[in-house]
């Protein structure tokens, strides 16, 4: 009923910079927080950064001041810049939305993931 479609990734060397984004489809009433983690081999997946559907941000420190989380409510859409890119932050990157479908029954909430898109930064 939704799907959450991410591009953006690659191989990029130390220093460069890519953006992230996440396009959202279906039965859509409503787009509450949208959220980016990652997980790098042999790590648990964390939290990167969040935005609210009213635009309140927050990022996890290591990426505070490179990394801008920023969202397109008309196209569904949550973005993220990553700027001086840095080996520790090669990891797949999925994308997480709290989205509220319109069905027969109702409007329930859930919590819905992309497929991951993968980041290498090279030293």
């Known amino acids: 009923q939704v799907q959450l479609v991410e591009s953006g990734g690659g191989l990029v060397q130390a220093g460069g910079s890519l953006r992230l984004s996440c396009a959202a489809s279906g039965r859509i009433f409503s787009i509450n927080a949208m959220r980016w983690y990652r997980q790098a081999p042999g790590k648990q997946r964390e939290l990167v950064a969040g935005i609210t559907s009213g635009g309140s941000t927050n990022y996890v420190d290591s990426v505070k001041g490179r990394f801008t989380i920023s969202r397109d409510n008309a196209k569904n859409t949550v973005y993220l810049q990553m700027n001086s890119l840095k080996p520790e932050d090669t990891a797949v990157y999925y994308c997480?939305?709290?989205?509220?479908?319109?069905?027969?029954?109702?409007?329930?909430?859930?919590?819905?993931w992309g497929q991951g898109t993968q980041v290498t930064v090279s030293s």
């Open positions: 997480n939305a709290e989205i509220t479908i319109e069905v027969v029954t109702g409007r329930p909430t859930n919590n819905y």
